[in-house]
């Protein structure tokens, strides 16, 4: 078999034509200034509008804490956990990890008296829960999760309240001594209310 001997490429062969060229149509630079147009356009004006576009279609997370004080009082004081997401936008929870260490146990913990997520405040839509027996009322560590509400029927769909922020509270009333803080992990989406 015979070998070929190989030229090196001219110095200048890396480099575009970056001139005018009437025989060849456009130069690389302005097809690539074009490209760069048609995808800012397409894709979103500015960065920011890229990443709200993209935190629409991605599951969040936030880490929030609720001081043992607070949960004491979570019935007359309800606590933010995710916040109101604005104009034209809404919060739709996936779901939540709640963590409660090791600690005195609750106290006062009563039938229905149980954690609850909702839009707004405690009279807001309810969109998760989570059973205080059994949990906050132990003395040992202990870990939940609660899904988002589903209807047992098999229909999903909820109204999400527009701009509103996710609170925790308890249901029926405030629980009754207890020192372990309550750790929470929620997972959401932003989805917008209008199209």
């Keep these: 078999m015979a070998r070929t001997a190989l030229n090196p490429p001219p110095s200048n ?3 575009l034509n970056t001139g005018d060229s009437t025989e060849r149509g456009d130069s690389a630079k302005t097809i690539v200034e074009a490209i760069n147009t048609m995808m800012t356009e397409l894709y979103a004006a500015d960065t920011a509008a890229a990443a709200a576009l993209a935190a629409q279609s991605t599951i969040q997370f936030v880490d929030v804490t609720v001081s ?3 949960l004491l009082a979570l019935f007359t004081t309800p606590k933010q956990i995710v916040a109101a997401p604005g104009a034209n936008l809404a919060v739709v929870i996936e779901g939540v990890v709640a963590s409660k260490a090791a600690g005195t146990a609750y106290d006062g913990v009563a039938a229905g ?3 609850s997520i909702s839009y707004t405040d405690a009279s807001g839509l309810a969109v998760a829960g989570i ?3 059994g949990f906050l009322d132990q003395a040992t560590a202990q870990m939940r999760y609660a899904g988002a509400y589903r209807a047992a029927s ?4 909820i109204t999400p309240v527009a701009n509103a922020a996710l609170m925790i509270h308890m249901l029926t009333g405030n629980i009754a001594t207890g020192t372990s803080p309550l750790v929470l992990r929620v997972y ?3 989805v917008p ?3």
């Excluded at 098999?154 to 769909?157: D, E, L």
Aim: glycine share 4%.
């Design 113 to 115: 008296e149980d954690l």
């Design 68 to 70: 043992s004080a607070e």
């Design 13 to 15: 062969a890396h480099e």
């Design 193 to 195: 209310t209008v199209l």
């Design 131 to 133: 059973e205080a027996t």
């Design 188 to 190: 959401y989406r932003v």
């Design 154 to 157: 098999g229909i999903s769909s």
